[in-house]
Each structure stands twice: as C-alpha cells, then as structure tokens.
C-alpha cells in the first residue's frame, strides 16, 4: 500500500516540502495540473518551494491534442460531459427537498424516541439519494469508459503508456488543485487511477478531493444564501472511507453543530476531514497515521482534530 498525503491549499501558506520530508518522501516529482486548465504547466512557484525540477504530466493538454485528432471520441466526451450536468441538476432538485426536510427535522427534536426516528429517517433519505446519485455517476463513467478505453483507441494508448512511464519513474506524484471536474476528467480519460495506485502521492485541495471515495462540493454561507452540500462526483478511491473538504475556515459552518452534526451522519461511514492552509494528513498503507491542523467532523456536530479518537 502506499503513501498518500492530503494538504490544505499551497497557494498561501505551502507546507508541501515539509510534508514530503517529514514522510520520508523523495526523488523525481510528477506533476498534475489539469486542474489548471490553461495555466497547467506553470509550475515556476512549485519548483522554488520545492528546490527541484518537476515533470508535469499535462493532462490537460494531451486531452486538447487527442480530441483534435479524434472528433468522434471528443463528440463522446461532450455527450457524457451533457448526461453528468443532467444528473447533477436532476439530484440537486431532490437534493433541496430532502435537505430541508432534515433540517425541520432537526428543529423538530424534542427528546422524544419519536422525533428521533423522524430525524433518522430524514437522515436516511438523505443518504439514499445521495447513494443512487454516486450509482448513476459511476455508471455513466463505466458507459463511456466500456466504448472509449484506451485499449481499443489507439491514440489514447500512446498517451496512456506515456504517461505512465512517467509516474513510474517518479518518487512522488504531486496532484494540485483547481476545477475539480476537469482535473477528475482527465485523470479517469487516461486511466491514472490504476497507475497511481502503486506510486506514493501528495495532493492538495481538489486534488485531495479526487483521489478520496467521493467529492462533496459543499458552503454553508455562500452570497445567496445557506447552501446545500452535494455529492459532486465519484473519486479515484486512492484513500478509502474519507471524505475531504478544502477551504473549510471559509465555506464551512463549524461553530453550527446541527450543521456539522448533519453533515457528518449523512457522510458516514465515510470520515470527513477539513483540509485548511498548513493543514496535512498522512496515510500509509491505508491507515492515518499522522494529522496536523485538520478537523474531523463527529455525528455529535464537533469538529475535533483530526488524530483524534472518538
């Protein structure tokens, strides 16, 4: 099993050599910054904090070049890209009902057993529908993936077996932030989830998020008002049961216990962490076995530092 280390954002407060070293991490560094988009590549701040040259990946690029060469695969890819938004907006109607019914739940409580089952079973809906969205999300990936793999494309094999030579030779895969869905995208189009399964890896804000089981999009205090947590996407799975959630001093109400509270029972069994600037977890051979800074969020509504037991 490998090393996986989760960071808050780099862009103010980077702690990412620090991390490596105190995981014992080295060599050659790869890079993702599909994220990016049209800045992937611009990896000048990276390489100073780091004190080394870094590969990049450019994921993002390489996708750009191949769907200039392959309509057909580029007219698929825009037909799934259509089909998640559908989903998305589909679930988020459903989403706004069952959220607020476990909100009036919630205010609802009285001590009684009652009131109590009500809230469980508010809860309960809340975990179902996000549960058959992931279904549906993860199926219309196996759609595509079933007819635009990379081994019936051979375009797609040629930048796959590029690529993971690279990541091969690395010591560490670094994956940054950004737009989530693109950097999600472009790692599941050249299948980087099997290769960086083998390779020890720090990813920061959306890319902690892809390489968890899920991606939550989530702010309680966005300009138009109290917002909804959503199930965004499926992740890599590269860390099991965890849920990451970047920018929490920002976007997360955790002086709120019902908030708090709600979240984390709807996200169980899954543990969801706060990943905030200087923050960074370490997992090795699927355990946690270090954390500074982050909070786990509790069923009770606490957020409590993130090494400890409850």
Known sequence: ????????PQFRAPNLRDA??????NGPIAAVTAGWQEREGELAALEEHLGCQVRDLRLYERAEAVFVQ??????A????QNELRRLQDLYRTRLDHAKAAARDMQRAQDGSAMARQALRSAVATLRRLDAEHLRNLRASHARFEQHWSAEHHPLLARQRADIEEIVAAAGVVCIAGGHV???????RLFGLGRALRSRPLAAWSAGAMAVADRVVLFHDHPPQGAGN?????????LVADT?????AAARLAVADSSRVALL???????AAYTLDDGDCLHWRRGRLVTAQGSRRLLRSGEAVPAGATS
Do not use: I, K, T, W
Request: hydrophobic share 55%; proline share 4%.
């Open 264 to 270: 984390a029972r709807r996200l169980a069994p899954s």
């Open 77 to 80: 890819y825009r037909a799934r």
């Open 229 to 237: 947590a959503e199930l965004f996407e499926a992740g890599l799975g």
């Open 70 to 75: 392959d309509a057909e695969l580029h007219a």
């Open 243 to 247: 849920v990451f959630l970047p920018h």
């Open 1 to 8: 099993m490998q090393d996986v280390l989760a960071l808050g």
């Open 181 to 187: 869905a693109v950097l999600l995208n472009r790692l």
């Open 20 to 25: 490596l070293q105190r995981a014992g991490l």
